[in-house]
């Protein structure tokens, strides 16, 4: 495997961005990994390695860069913490917008290297982005074919770049997977996101007993059984779709 940590040039600056993929074999199927709202931290690039190792080239940037942040450590529980209400500011600080011009920049660098495949991308965005995810395959539909948003927060607004409406705007096949418990994304918005998605290209699975989070195994919800089951869902979902 090659690791590989590099400024990529965008319409606001630079985004410090985690790039791995497998040492031989190339080019390799795009996946861009969207953080949660944490940020970058080991946890994440070792996610990104692991689905490098199944023949991806992985690009995992850092959202933050407009506010000079990147790692933010570790998080206190308690949500009126000083670093938590940072984590929010930070979140609040961006939009669908400003990161599809972040998309822009990361696929034009990627049609650059000879260990990526630009005809055949995939999106995977955890909390905070799995919008981001999902509006990549809308926005970028000639390249994005699969885009999987894994308990993603407001995916049901009044905005034209919902994730909910992204059927009919895109021909990706689309994966939401949702926490049974989660306050950022109540059953009554996953209920909404299910109506959104009959006759589409895209499955809405709830995994029972799960809350926000149990992909991730430095959180304190994480769910072994539930984070594995992801992993299975989106190796066959890349698959499927990135290598014909």
Not at 39 to 62: F, H, K, Q, W
């Amino acid at each position: 495997m090659i690791d590989q940590q590099i400024e990529i040039s965008t319409k606001d600056g630079h985004t410090t961005t985690f790039i791995t993929h497998p040492e031989r074999g190339g080019p390799h199927p795009v996946i861009l990994f969207y953080m949660d709202a944490p940020a970058i931290r080991e946890e994440l690039r070792d996610m990104a390695r692991r689905l490098g190792t199944s023949g991806y080239y992985v690009m995992l940037p850092n959202l933050y860069y407009r506010s000079g942040v990147m790692e933010l450590g570790p998080l206190p529980a308690d949500p009126e913490a000083p670093e938590r209400k940072r984590m929010f500011q930070l979140m609040a600080s961006i939009n669908i917008p400003m990161v599809m011009e972040d998309t822009r920049a990361l696929l034009a660098f990627a049609s650059g290297q000879p260990a990526a495949r630009l005809d055949r991308v995939g999106a995977v965005g955890y909390c905070m982005s799995g919008r981001y995810a999902i509006n990549a395959a809308t926005q970028f539909s000639d390249r994005v074919k699969a885009a999987a948003s894994v308990y993603g927060t407001h995916l049901v607004t009044d905005q034209p770049d919902s994730p909910h409406l992204a059927p009919g705007k895109t021909k990706a096949e689309l994966y939401f997977a949702c926490a049974e418990t989660d306050i950022y994304a109540p059953s009554e918005v996953i209920e909404q996101v299910k109506a959104s998605m009959q006759g589409a290209n895209a499955e809405v699975e709830i995994y029972p007993g799960t809350h926000h989070g149990f992909a991730f195994p430095k959180r304190p919800v994480y769910d072994r059984d539930a984070a594995e089951r992801h992993w299975e869902r989106l190796l066959s979902l890349y698959r499927r779709t990135l290598w014909s």
